[in-house]
């Protein structure tokens, strides 16, 4: 059974920082893609960075300069460095694994979700 447990959430001033954490568990031979979604209150989930087990990122474009994704292959781990934060990055992040590989299968995994706040 794969499993992402997500960490680094919470509450922050316009212009700080958070980081947040991914790990992936279970028998993981490898994974094709890691990152991160979020979803404000009545929008539609969003991607925010991902990165590939080949080095490749993608970041939205209102991220993108404040924004740091990255990846340890081995640990299935994913990070994502958040700088600069603003009242519009509120909303709740989501970890994603993209292409998980097993012994049996082949799937895609979600975390379960952390809260990130940006107000003063």
């Known amino acids: 059974q794969v499993q992402l447990v997500e960490s680094g959430g919470g509450l922050v001033q316009p212009g700080g920082s958070l980081r947040l954490s991914c790990a992936a568990s279970g028998s993981i031979f490898s994974i094709d893609a890691m990152g991160w979604y979020r979803q404000a209150p009545g929008k539609q989930r969003e991607l925010v960075a991902a990165?590939?087990?080949?080095?490749?990122?993608n970041y939205a474009d209102s991220v993108k300069g404040r924004f740091t994704i990255s990846r340890d292959n081995a640990k299935n781990t994913v990070l994502l460095q958040m700088n600069s934060l603003k009242p519009e990055d509120t909303a709740v992040y989501y970890c994603?694994?993209?292409?998980?590989?097993?012994?049996?299968?082949?799937?895609?995994?979600w975390g379960q979700g952390t809260q990130v706040t940006v107000s003063s």
């Open positions: 994603n694994a993209r292409g998980v590989h097993t012994m049996i299968r082949r799937n895609d995994y």
């Open positions: 990165r590939a087990s080949s080095g490749s990122t």
